[in-house]
């Protein structure tokens, strides 16, 4: 059995090897460790093996794990559904949100963020599969909250997320991920300063690399698989 060491190890060759593959610059793109659901250990064994990057889902979960790991110089993405009731300790706890894809959201976690933290980085979530995906914006509505995203003081606009339709067919993972390098593109060009593609997955991430990921969030292939959702494991899941 491999240890989660060898696997970040392991994960970190590939993510090499697929910037090699791709043209794209050694060390360019950031590979974000998703510990949801599993244990401050298992962070601390990632962490051991040079891992600081951690995307979290569930809040109070999150919570529990920061207050274990205090020790530890770790950066913390939430990249779970956002609840307006959870924003609070979002803003104030987190260094990344991936996930935001309404004007309510962003202006509630600008206003919760603290003074004496650094400006919330935030990406907007992009649905890049129509009808497939329920979460994110669609396409066309991209600028328009971009725009009032930017003048929000304590948020600062990295870039775009996406969590496309999971498939195994190839070319449409280039597809859906190419579509969000032209839109992060079409808006650099329209005047904003956007430095962010967080997209990619365990099984999808060297497409994702190809197409211009700058963060992948990989988390079954570091940890291993996680147990299937339940109210009662998840707590703050997307439930009503
Ligand atoms: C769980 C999750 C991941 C990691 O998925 P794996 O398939 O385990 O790599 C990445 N991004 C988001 C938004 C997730 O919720």
Redesign the pocket.
């Known amino acids: 059995m491999t240890s989660i060491s060898d696997r970040v190890q392991a994960i970190r060759a590939s993510i090499q090897q697929a910037e090699q593959a791709t043209g794209r610059t050694a060390g360019e793109v950031h590979l974000l460790a ?1 510990s ?1 659901t599993k244990p401050a250990t298992a962070i601390r064994e990632a962490y051991a093996a040079g891992q600081l990057r951690f ?1 979290e ?1 569930y809040v109070q979960e999150a919570l529990e794990k920061m207050a274990e790991l205090a020790d530890l110089p770790l950066e913390w993405h939430f ?2 559904p956002i609840q307006s009731n959870k924003t609070r300790p979002i803003a104030e706890n987190f260094h990344w949100v991936h996930g935001i894809d309404r004007l309510k959201i962003a202006q509630r976690l600008n206003d919760a963020r603290p003074g004496h933290l650094p400006p919330l980085n935030v990406c907007i979530e992009v649905n890049v599969s129509g009808e497939a995906s329920k979460e994110g914006v669609a396409p066309g509505e991209v600028v328009e909250l971009a725009s009032t995203i930017v003048q929000l003081p304590r948020l600062r606009l990295r870039g775009l997320m996406t ?1 496309p339709a999971p498939t195994h067919d190839r070319a449409l993972q280039h597809r859906q991920f190419a579509m969000l390098r032209e839109l992060l593109v079409s808006l650099n060009q329209q005047g904003f300063q956007l430095d962010t593609l967080s997209m990619g ?3 999808d991430f060297p497409a994702a690399i190809a197409e211009g990921a700058t963060i992948v ?5 570091i940890f291993g698989a996680r147990p299937p959702k339940s109210p009662n494991t998840v707590p703050d899941s997307s439930m009503p």
Not at 217 to 221: L, N, P
């Open positions: 998703v949801k995307g889902n990249i779970g969590i997955m365990s099984e969030r990989i988390g079954s292939a």
